[in-house]
């Protein structure tokens, strides 16, 4: 099995094959493939947030302030994620969705996802491996989800 870090950095790589599905929705104005990528999406990234909030940033919790600190501020940044992703399939499930705003709504959240993820790969996850049985307790985080958003 992979190292806590390799988990959660595969992890966000699954993550961004559901944002291509959409972008290429999206391209093909198509409102219905773009709501489904963005659905997994939603999906995907809640498990992924529940594994670091439940079991990485619990685990660093003796890490210096400014660890503290950055985690704190990804603390905020999810919610912002998770209440975007929420609206874009509210609107999205609307009859005359308006699909441009919501692809450059959708394009910034993604510009920041990835500024994010990249702020805890290089500066969170490889203080991860230092603490016992953290691997085994995020990849159960990571598995456990609905059936219906297994690929």
Do not use: C
């Not at 969705?97 to 394009?107: G, H, K, N, R």
């Amino acid at each position: 099995m992979p190292d806590a870090e390799s988990l959660l950095a595969g992890d966000h790589r699954e993550l961004d094959a559901f944002s291509t599905e959409a972008f290429a929705a999206f391209a093909r104005k198509d409102a219905l493939a773009a709501h489904v990528a963005l659905d997994h999406l939603w999906m995907r990234l809640a498990v992924h947030i529940r594994a670091e909030h439940k079991v990485l940033f619990p685990a660093l919790a003796g890490a210096p302030p400014e660890v503290q600190s950055l985690i704190q501020d990804l603390k905020v940044e999810h919610d912002v994620f998770m209440t975007a992703l929420a609206r874009f399939l509210q609107d999205l499930r609307k009859p005359d969705a308006d699909l441009p705003p919501i692809a450059a709504a959708f394009t910034d959240m993604h510009d920041l996802l990835q500024a994010h993820n990249h702020r805890e790969e290089t500066q969170v996850y490889p203080l991860a491996d230092a603490a016992e049985g953290l691997t085994i307790r995020i990849n159960q985080e990571l598995t456990f989800l609905p059936e219906r958003y297994r690929k």
